[in-house]
């Protein structure tokens, strides 16, 4: 009986050498949070860019129009105070009115979309400036007459895209100044407009702009100006947007080796032209 018990209760040395590894486990665990304890120290907090930033406050409230103040990015920045027009105003000069990188970022968005400031108060409209930072800038705003807002169409006037300039394209509805420099120097790339449709392809009028202005516009498409294809040299061509250089190429090509062109049809032996190209360019081209 009792040797019985013994071999019951003997261990072999493996398992012996297994406990005393889970023993040195249960050790280091209970210890790890005594030792993290004695080796962690509390980071104490500095106060002195806190009271370097307050300084600089407190300076610019006693200073003039040169002077330093903490910016919407909480960063403490030099600012100069200068009469200055916000339309179309430099990155640098933003910067050295005190705006940050995100501030001016929002506003040159907001000129690339084809918007203005046509009073003090469009100034404050930009969301990236706080009515605090509007109060700061607003003695040194200056819009000058020629960037009031124009004078709108009245209802039911129409103006002619062909042959307006600048001043009359603001007249439209939905276009202001930007709008109507991109329209200009698309269609004196174009030749001018020989649809209403086109009006889509100059950079920042889409389908909801254009379903803005569209009732109150009009396309004189005897205005464009002609290329003839058949004396027509590569630079005379790569004015139109529609065709690559190889297509360019192409074209002039194709005149070399098998003459002129007769129509438009002549040129759909051109394998890189498909109809879609041909529809675009037709209207700009003549064969005499």
Known sequence: MKAHIKTYLSLTKKEWNGIVVFIILIALILAAPYVYQINSKDNTINFNEFDKAVALLSKAKKAGPENTYLSNDNKVV?????????????????????????????????EAKGGRFYTKADVRKIYSISPAEYERLEPYIN?????????????????????????????IRGIGPAFAMRIIRYRERLGGFYSKEQLKEVFGIDNSK?????????????????????????????????????????????HNEHGDYESIDDMRNIAILDDGILRKIGPYLIFK
């Open 143 to 171: 819009i000058p007459a020629d960037f009031r807002r124009a004078e709108k169409a009245a209802p039911g006037e129409i103006i002619e895209v062909n042959s307006a300039d600048s001043a009359k394209l603001t007249r």
């Open 210 to 254: 254009y379903d803005e202005i569209k009732n109150g516009i009009t396309i004189n498409a005897k205005a464009i100006t002609r290329v003839n294809v058949n004396s027509a040299t590569f630079n005379q061509l790569r004015r139109y947007p529609y065709l690559s250089f190889k297509q360019m190429n192409a074209i002039l090509e194709y």
């Open 78 to 110: 030099n600012a100069t105070l200068f009469t200055f027009n916000p339309n179309n105003l430099p990155e640098a000069a933003w910067y050295k009115l005190g705006l940050s990188e995100g501030q001016v970022r929002v506003i040159k968005n907001y």
